[in-house]
């Protein structure tokens, strides 16, 4: 049974950063692309960076470039979301997404079979 489940989630004052964590199991983690998503209250759930296998490739959203960075470990599979200078508009829930077929970096989200459960970000002004 495959698992994904974030963590690092929290309050933070607008210029803070938080770093989100995606512990995966139950899949061949190294095969798999992997991306961050976030839905805002009344929203539709968006795109917000994306990592390719080996880790060697990475996308963001015009939005969060340059702020956030994403990064995997294999070994460990594990995926990471580093999120510095955060806006109240981040505000949000984020989910981790596995896509089993993708080649590099991706931002359709219905490419992505597997998703966690979400984790409450929460920026304050």
């Known amino acids: 049974q495959v698992q994904l489940v974030e963590s690092g989630g929290g309050l933070v004052q607008a210029g803070g950063s938080l770093r989100l964590s995606c512990a995966a199991s139950g899949l061949t983690f190294s095969r798999y692309v992997m991306g961050w998503f976030r839905q805002a209250p009344g929203k539709e759930r968006e795109f917000v960076a994306a990592?390719?296998?080996?880790?060697?490739?990475?996308d963001y959203a015009d939005s969060v470039k340059g702020r956030f960075t994403i990064s995997r470990d294999n070994t460990k599979a594990t995926v990471h979301l580093q999120m510095n200078s955060l806006k109240p508009e981040d505000t949000a829930v984020y989910y981790c997404?596995?896509?089993?077929?993708?080649?590099?970096?991706?931002?359709?989200?219905?490419?992505?079979?597997?998703w966690g459960q979400g984790t409450q970000v929460t920026v304050s002004s």
């Open positions: 997404a596995a896509d089993p077929y993708g080649s590099g970096p991706v931002r359709r989200r219905y490419d992505y079979i597997y």
């Open positions: 990592i390719s296998a080996s880790g060697g490739s990475t």
